[in-house]
């Protein structure tokens, strides 16, 4: 039952009702589109009606949603994905976790990734040991991935990036043999799949990220998820001051510390990373439309694939893992060094046709001007990713892309090559 009056429900669902007519070279096709409407909104007012806005009610239901679509053990919410992984990696090297990693440790992670999977690890005095991708999936190498690991590594942090998935059998066999902790970065990754498990449930912890371009959204904000309950207790404490509010050895404290008003103890250190019930307003409703939006950009993405593999020469195309479901959160391309035109040209172009690209996330890190504020380390030559730096782009692929404007950026893309094509024959 909402607080929302009928006619301004009314109203809201009226102003959905429009749909966009695409124009050829004229429409703008997007990187992003949101994916929410009248249903997200409604419930974010109904919060704010009721004037109940911090992390409440709706927050839980959507971690229990989120939780139970994943089939992870425990899920807590927290305000971006960022904060995610601040808080997955800060549970990790915290006293009240037995298995707890240790300062000054390797951290092993792909160098193609976005910047605040790294940030934390340096935050949190780790070292990241940044490993080369395969440009046909962007996810992390895992060809050689044991002999990156020293005697100083303490975390495996694959990424699956771009909605591809690792190849989590290595990452678990390595972690296994050499006794290391894993965490996975899904922010990209929504409802992904390794040999039917959802990606971030098959390592330690896992996070995943509801800005405003992924899969779902809650405007900002992210979650982590894990199937051991100490490490949910930890990132439910850190998440909001260390306090104890939501922890299961409440009565625990309370009962040692009567001295002190149970409202306001605290129990270890912490953040004030707390989502609001507008974030989770909108997740409760997000999580019910995530299959569907994941079909529609596996269909986007089996369609590019057809169309551009006449021009394979050209480009390398991404190569779904038969064991692996991907959820494609964009379409990738890389320009094949041999290339008869450079990817400046290309976007160049599609900028005109008014198709928007971007390169992948933050490229090659190490080539970053911030890497010289991170201690680091890397193992092997990085070619791969020092070429998606330089080659590699992506344009968008959601829910609202409809065969016309696949059609449309297939067309662009063919006519560029073609005149490219033209001119060197000349």
């Keep these: 039952m909402t607080s929302v009056d009928p006619a301004i429900i009314k109203l809201i669902k009226k102003k959905f009702e429009t749909k966009h007519q695409f124009i050829p070279g004229k429409t703008t096709i997007k990187l992003i589109e949101p994916a929410f409407g009248p249903d997200e909104i409604i419930e974010s007012l109904d919060s704010l009606l009721t004037t109940n806005v911090t992390m409440g009610s709706k927050v839980k239901k959507f971690e229990g949603l989120f939780s139970r679509y994943l089939k992870s053990g425990f899920a807590s919410m927290v305000n971006s994905g960022s904060s995610a992984n601040l808080i997955a990696l800060s549970s990790l090297t915290n006293p009240w976790f037995s298995q707890r990693i240790k300062k000054n440790t390797e951290v092993i992670t792909p160098a193609v990734t976005w910047a605040t999977t790294v940030y934390p690890i340096n935050n949190l005095n780790l070292k990241p040991k940044f490993v080369d991708i395969n440009l046909e999936n962007f996810c992390m190498k895992t060809d050689d991935l044991d002999k990156a690991v020293s005697s100083n590594t303490s975390l495996l942090l694959p990424v699956h990036l771009l909605g591809n998935v690792c190849d989590m059998s290595v990452v678990k066999e390595v972690a296994t043999k050499k006794d290391l902790l894993i965490m996975e970065d899904c922010c990209e990754a929504h409802g992904a799949e390794f040999k039917g498990k959802k990606v971030g449930t098959i390592g330690d912890i896992g996070t995943f990220s509801f800005f405003l371009s992924h899969h779902i959204t809650t405007i900002e904000g992210g979650m982590i998820v894990t199937n051991n309950e100490s490490l949910h207790e930890l990132s439910k404490a850190l998440r909001a001051f260390g306090w104890i509010r939501d922890l299961k050895l409440r009565s625990k404290f309370i009962k040692k510390h009567q001295e002190i008003d149970p409202r306001y103890m605290f129990v ?140 449309y950026i297939v067309d662009a893309i063919a006519q560029f090559i073609e005149r490219k094509l033209w001119k060197s024959q000349k």
């Design 268 to 407: 270890n250190t912490g953040y004030n990373l707390r989502p609001t019930e507008i974030q989770g307003a909108f997740g409760i409703h997000q999580i019910k439309k995530l299959e569907n939006f994941i079909k529609i950009r596996k269909e986007n993405t089996r369609f590019w694939t057809k169309r551009f593999s006449q021009y394979k020469d050209y480009f390398i195309l991404t190569k779904e893992d038969p064991r692996t479901r991907s959820v494609d959160f964009c379409y990738p391309l890389t320009i094949r060094k041999e290339s008869p035109f450079t990817r400046k040209s290309l976007l160049s172009y599609l900028q005109k046709k008014k198709i928007q690209t971007r390169p992948i996330m933050s490229g090659n890190f190490i080539e970053q001007p911030t890497i010289e504020f991170i201690p680091h380390l890397k193992y092997g030559k990085l070619e791969n990713s020092k070429l998606a730096m330089r080659n590699s782009f992506f344009f968008g692929n959601h829910h609202a892309i409809g065969k016309q404007e696949k059609e």
